[in-house]
C-alpha cells in the first residue's frame, strides 16, 4: 500500500529538523568539487563510516563519484556564506574568497572549518531520487566548537542551553 502525502506539508516537517552543515569537497579529474549538504550523519563506528545524500540530478555529483576520496568540511558557526556559495549553480566554489589547501590525499580542507573529516568512498545507493554516499573514514580534525546550523531554510549557530 502506498501513502500519499503531499510535498510541501513533508517539507514543512522535514525544516523542523535542525542539521549540521557539511561540504563535501574532492579532487576530481584534475579539479577540485565541492557541494554543501545537510544530510551527513555518522554510520557507523567500527569501522568508521560517515554517509550524506545528495541528489540524483546535481552537476557536482557525476565529479565526484569519480574521486577517490573525500572531505566533509563540518562548517563553522560563521561560514553560512560559504554553504551558499557552495550550494550555489555556474559559479567557481573554490575561487576568491574561498580559502582551502590540499590535504594528503588531494581533497581540499577548507578554511575555518569546524573539522575535517577525510574519508574514501565506501558505498553508494541510489535511494528515490538521491544517491547516498558512504564513506570509510581515514583521519580526522578538530579546529572549533561552534558549528553552522540549518533549520526552516536558514542558517544559525548553536548556543548552548543552561541546565
Same mark, same amino acid.
Given at each position: 500500500m502506498t501513502v500519499m502525502i503531499d510535498a510541501d506539508g513533508f517539507r514543512?516537517?522535514?525544516?523542523?529538523?535542525?542539521a549540521g552543515v557539511v561540504i563535501v569537497t574532492a579532487h576530481s579529474e584534475g579539479v577540485p568539487v565541492g557541494l554543501?549538504?545537510? %544530510?551527513? !550523519?555518522?554510520?557507523? $563506528?567500527?569501522?568508521?563510516?560517515?554517509?550524506?545524500?545528495?541528489?540524483?540530478? %546535481?552537476? !557536482?555529483?557525476?565529479? $565526484?563519484r569519480l574521486a577517490d576520496h573525500f572531505t566533509v568540511n563540518v562548517l563553522g558557526g560563521d561560514q553560512a556564506p560559504l554553504a551558499t556559495r557552495f550550494a550555489r549553480r555556474g559559479i567557481?566554489?573554490?575561487g576568491e574568497p574561498t580559502r582551502w589547501r590540499p590535504c594528503q590525499y588531494g581533497t581540499p580542507l577548507l578554511e575555518?572549518?569546524?573539522?575535517?573529516?577525510?574519508c574514501r568512498p565506501y558505498a553508494t545507493h541510489e535511494i528515490g531520487d538521491h544517491v547516498l554516499v558512504v564513506g570509510e573514514?581515514?583521519?580526522?580534525?578538530?579546529?572549533q566548537e561552534r558549528p553552522l546550523l540549518y533549520h526552516r531554510g536558514r542558517f544559525g549557530q548553536f548556543r548552548e542551553s543552561p541546565l
Open positions: 514543512s516537517a522535514l525544516a523542523q529538523h535542525a554543501t549538504a545537510t %544530510s551527513f !550523519t555518522s554510520a557507523s $563506528l567500527d569501522p568508521p563510516l560517515v554517509q550524506f545524500s545528495i541528489d540524483r540530478e %546535481s552537476t !557536482t555529483w557525476p565529479w $565526484l567557481d566554489r573554490f575555518g572549518a569546524a573539522a575535517h573529516i577525510v573514514v581515514l583521519e580526522t580534525a578538530v579546529h
